[in-house]
């Protein structure tokens, strides 16, 4: 079972910028991809940004160029780097771990970091 643990999240003037970190914990044979998704407020949860075990990276299309996404996937971890934030990305974000456990292929949480950009 794997744990993840968010950090970073607060709040922060338009314009401004955050870095987002995930610490993973336990056992996983093997982690497919790793990633932030984001759920704003009476909005579904949406992908933000992952990295592939071969390092292939997939942005949302609102954030290209605004955020960076880092990841170890020895270590469990993913950054996400947020410059130049807008009141729109406003909204909980959460870590996201991919993986085979040896049997199946599974997916992990962690439990989501508030994100709050003023204006």
């Known amino acids: 079972q794997v744990q993840l643990v968010e950090s970073g999240g607060g709040l922060v003037q338009s314009g401004g910028s955050l870095r987002l970190s995930c610490a993973g914990s336990?056992?996983?044979?093997?982690?497919?991809?790793m990633g932030w998704y984001r759920q704003g407020a009476e909005k579904q949860r949406e992908l933000v940004a992952s990295v592939t075990r071969g390092g292939s990276v997939e942005y949302a299309d609102s954030v290209k160029g605004q955020f960076i996404i880092s990841g170890d996937h020895r270590k469990k971890s993913v950054d996400l780097q947020m410059n130049a934030l807008r009141p729109e990305d406003t909204a909980v974000y959460y870590c996201?771990?991919?993986?085979?456990?040896?049997?199946?292929?599974?997916?992990?949480w962690g439990q989501g970091t508030q994100v709050t950009v003023s204006s």
């Open positions: 336990g056992f996983i044979a093997s982690i497919n991809e």
């Open positions: 996201n771990l991919v993986g085979e456990d040896g049997q199946r292929t599974r997916a992990f």
